[in-house]
Nanobody, 122 residues
């Protein structure tokens, strides 16, 4: 499975961005998907996850109510809609695919994308 993340950029605080993660590979539609982020000088952290069916989602407390994870009908593209962005959301965002359910544990995700930079100016 190959993952390609896109959609990052520079946005003012309070603004919005939508990240996309396109998955390719024969079984890519059957994986649970997650978004993680890594800010400068910090460890990579969980942001959100969605089940392979799209029926279940899970969010980190820091983004709950502001971010929405979804996937398209083909289940091969996952989105992260980010609203009311804050300066502390600045990070490189990574998408990942795994079969371990809606988990925050990074080692449960087998495949990782290359990351896309999100910068929120205050």
């Amino acid at each position: 499975v190959q993952l390609q993340a896109s959609g990052g950029g520079l946005v003012q605080a309070g603004g919005s961005l939508r990240l996309s993660c396109a998955a390719s590979g024969r079984t890519s539609s059957y994986y649970d998907m997650g978004w993680f982020r890594q800010a400068p000088g910090k460890e990579r952290e969980f942001v959100a996850a969605i089940s392979w069916s799209g029926g279940s989602t899970y969010y980190a407390d820091s983004v709950k109510g502001r971010f929405t994870i979804s996937r398209d009908n083909s289940k091969t593209t996952v989105y992260l809609q980010m609203n009311s962005l804050k300066h502390e959301d600045t990070a490189v965002y990574y998408c990942a695919a795994g079969a371990g359910g809606l988990t925050i544990r990074q080692n449960e995700y087998k495949y990782w994308g290359q990351g896309t930079q999100v910068t929120v100016s205050s």
